[in-house]
C-alpha cells in the first residue's frame, strides 16, 4: 500500500509580546523567517521543521510548562556561548544526561516557553534521521 509521510513539522506557540518574542527567536537563535502571517510568524528552525509564534493576549498563563521545544544541534557548547555572549538568562551550564543519552541545557524564551538545545550522543553527527 501506498506510505503517507509528513514533508514538513510546525510548532506554534502562543505569546502576549509578539515584538519580544520575534526579537528573541530572529536575534538570539537567528531563525529565518519562512512566512510573516501578521499575527503568527513561522521560523524556520531546521529542515523541514518550523516554529510558528502568534500574538494572542489571552495566551493561558502557566500552560508553558506543558511545553518544551527542543532544537538539535551537535554544537550544544557553541550556541551556550552565543546564547550567554547575548546576554539570554541560562541557569546552568550544558551537561551530559546519562539517562536519554544527550547533551543538553534549557533556557527560557520571551514568553516563558522551555527551549531546549542538544544532541544525541553516540547518533550521526548527533541528529535523528539525518539524511
Known amino acids: 500500500g ?8 510546525v510548532t506554534f506557540l502562543y505569546t502576549r509580546d509578539l515584538a519580544a518574542s520575534a526579537q528573541f527567536y530572529e536575534t538570539a537563535l537567528g531563525l529565518p523567517m519562512a512566512l510573516d502571517q501578521g499575527l503568527c510568524r513561522i521560523y ?3 529542515h523541514g521543521a518550523f516554529l510558528g509564534i502568534c500574538a494572542r493576549a489571552d495566551a493561558p498563563p ?3 510548562s506543558a511545553i518544551i521545544v527542543t532544537l538539535v544541534t ?5 550556541w551556550y556561548d552565543r546564547l550567554i555572549a547575548a546576554g539570554i538568562a541560562i541557569d546552568r551550564p550544558p551537561a551530559h544526561n546519562p539517562t536519554y543519552h544527550i547533551y ?3 533556557l527560557r524564551d520571551p514568553a516563558g516557553y522551555l ?3 542538544q544532541r544525541f550522543d ?3 553527527v548527533g541528529l535523528l ?3
Not at 501506498?2 to 513539522?9: A, P, R
Request: aromatic share 10%; charged share 20%.
Open 129 to 131: 534521521g539525518a539524511e
Open 2 to 9: 501506498m506510505t503517507l509521510t509528513f514533508d514538513q513539522q
Open 62 to 64: 502557566g500552560s508553558q
Open 122 to 124: 553516540g547518533l550521526p
Open 74 to 78: 551537535p554544537d550544544v557548547d557553541g
Open 44 to 46: 524556520r528552525a531546521g
Open 104 to 106: 543538553h541545557f534549557f
Open 115 to 117: 527551549i531546549e538545545i
